[in-house]
């Protein structure tokens, strides 16, 4: 199959799931307020919400400053969402999952009142995305699988059409994740924060370690932290001293490294999109961008109406 012909399909995958989450999420951390739930037990579920460690987080997020998750970790223990078992790991609590699952149940009813593609047309798309799905977890590694695997779900068969249509998007999204960290762990190792450091200089002509200590305060670093990134960036001939002072940018061998990682990411990702015949990969796509456009109209029609 065509890489270039399927290529153009993450770019649209990533932006509807964007849509979806504008559409969702609103409604997601006012039901964690209200109901007095953690909205860091959201986030985790996409990591996976039946044993907690910093070891198994690093599988889907080497890029965190591992003791964000320690904090959070020591805050659930206390509130009884998980409990401590050896290793250092905790078990989450069916009611932390319980928990989890109301609050996205409560953003996915904000889905409920989409209509502007019909049911043939939305039944189509989750055939098509099932297939991919499917052969995402029968696929031989690499990539290895724990994206995929570990991620909590929430939709089932009786779910809307739509909603289904969300949760095998977010299985995708998974799956490029198993696939971007598969191809980017030889080059970063133990150090996920270098790969960051490489991703922010890639998209600016000159940055600092203080830009991106505060365009990336989620990931808990501080500038020191960014300067000894960057440090090694360096060191490995990624990166190397802009004009501007205290500032970097990226250099051919970084900017390759870059290249080929992505290159490879594509090559993991769409190669179970073998079991779709090229009218499928066409359909899809058409479908997709409708899709798309329609959940932007949907978004603004529902935001007008104060429900989100």
Do not use: C
Request: charged share 25%; no cysteine; net charge negative.
């Amino acid at each position: 199959m065509d890489m270039e012909a399927l290529a153009r399909f993450w770019p649209l995958i990533y932006s509807t799931i964007r849509e979806l989450w504008e559409i969702t999420e609103p409604s997601i951390e006012d039901a964690a307020v209200k109901n007095d739930i953690p909205i860091e037990l959201y986030y985790y579920s996409e990591l996976g919400l039946e044993v907690f460690s910093v070891e198994n987080f690093f599988y889907r997020d080497p890029f965190t400053n591992p003791e964000q998750f320690e904090k959070a970790f020591a805050r659930f223990d206390v509130k009884g969402w998980i409990t401590p078992l050896p290793d250092e790991e905790y078990q989450v609590s069916r009611r932390a999952q319980d928990a989890v699952r109301q609050i996205i149940n409560v953003g996915n009813e904000q889905l409920t009142g989409f209509d502007l593609i019909s049911d043939d047309e939305l039944k189509h798309v989750m055939a098509l995305l099932k297939q991919i799905v499917n052969a995402n977890l029968e696929a031989p590694e690499p990539p290895e699988k724990w994206a995929i695997v570990k991620r909590f779900r929430v939709a089932n068969v009786q779910s809307p059409l739509i909603v289904q249509i969300k949760e095998a998007l977010l299985d995708l999204f998974a799956y490029r994740d198993d696939s971007h960290l598969s191809a980017a762990y030889p080059h970063y190792g133990q150090a996920g924060i270098v790969w960051s450091v490489l991703g922010y200089i890639a998209r600016g002509n000159a940055v600092t370690a203080k830009q991106m200590a505060g365009s990336m305060t989620f990931r808990g670093y501080g500038t020191e932290d960014y300067e000894v990134a960057i440090a090694a960036t360096v060191e490995l001939g990624w990166a190397e001293p802009a004009d501007v002072q205290d500032a970097y940018r990226i250099t051919p061998k970084g900017r390759e490294i870059r290249e080929e990682v992505d290159k490879l990411t594509d090559e993991y990702f769409y190669r179970p999109w073998s079991v779709l015949a090229d009218n499928e990969v066409d359909e899809l796509y058409g479908l997709l961008t409708k899709l798309h456009s329609q959940l932007v109209i949907y978004k603004r029609t529902i935001a007008g109406d104060g429900r989100i």
